[in-house]
């Protein structure tokens, strides 16, 4: 048997809903896609699916159907923009948080036959700080916030820090300023939040740059197609190109937590 092939798992959260966290996960995943990387991304948003929609995809199936048996991961899979295959979530009521045990043992096994598929699965959880988001967030390697410049904004992502970190141990968390005027701005931002954290938490904040709020964007979202694909020079899309290039030097996990199978054991593991 081969060693497990590392996957580098990252989850894009943000605290609050409307920070723009499902337009970073989308274009951040063609980013590394255009840069050689093998991409999936996870709907992770189970209650209220949002990245079909964002994207003008149609999923006839979704993780409920593999949950359910009725069919594997793969036959989920949706090819998305820029060679990202994206697993769609149902918009139903269905939650991580209520599976068996033997769904437990179907998601793993789901998530373990893709290993060798991928380089990058991006996860994109629902807002807030649901039992659903933080399984995910406790699950994945990495955890990128994505914070824009309004109080509140700033006040979900700080419980969501304190949340991970004192029930958790989680301490190392990267920040992307998001929907800001200029790179001045986005330090003003990231500036704020590591007021409050080093007041009154032992965490870790990186500051991995920002996204400028570029009307290239609401356009790309009203035609249903990334930003990264239908606008490739816009403001907005350099600077995830940016980002990408940064997310590809962050460490790759080393076995055995270095594959999927550790993913998915860590996500039902929380939950159970």
Not at 101 to 118: C, K, R, T, Y
């Amino acid at each position: 048997m081969s060693r497990p092939h590392p996957v580098q798992v990252i989850a894009v959260t943000g605290g609050k809903g409307g920070v723009g966290k499902s337009n970073v996960s989308v274009n951040l995943g063609i980013a590394l896609s255009q840069m050689g990387r093998r991409v999936v991304l996870l709907d992770a948003d189970l209650g209220l699916a949002n990245i079909d929609v964002l994207l003008g995809i149609t999923a006839a199936r979704n993780l409920s159907d593999v949950l359910s048996g009725e069919c594997d991961l793969r036959d989920v899979l949706v090819n998305g923009p820029g060679g990202i295959k994206i697993v769609p979530a149902s918009s139903g009521t269905q939650r991580m948080t209520q599976l068996s045990p033997m769904e437990h043992a179907g998601l793993i096994n789901a998530f373990s036959e893709l290993g060798d598929q991928v380089d990058v699965l991006i996860v994109d959880t629902a807002a807030g700080i649901s039992e659903s988001v933080v399984s995910f967030l406790r699950a994945s390697q990495e955890l990128l916030l994505v914070v824009c410049d309004e109080p509140t904004s700033i006040t979900d992502a700080y419980a969501l820090i304190k949340l991970m970190n004192r029930d958790y141990g989680v301490n190392r968390f990267r920040i992307l300023a998001n929907q800001v005027r200029n790179e001045q701005e986005g330090k003003h931002l990231f500036g704020k939040l590591t007021r409050v954290t080093e007041r009154f938490l032992d965490v870790a904040l990186q500051y991995v740059g920002m996204v400028p709020y570029d009307e290239a964007v609401r356009k790309a979202v009203q035609r249903q197609r990334a930003v990264l694909d239908a606008y490739p020079r816009a403001k907005a899309s350099l600077a995830i190109k940016a980002l990408a290039d940064q997310v590809d030097s962050w460490p790759l996990p080393s076995s055995p937590r270095g594959h999927l199978e550790f993913f998915v054991e860590r996500l039902v593991g929380t939950s159970a």
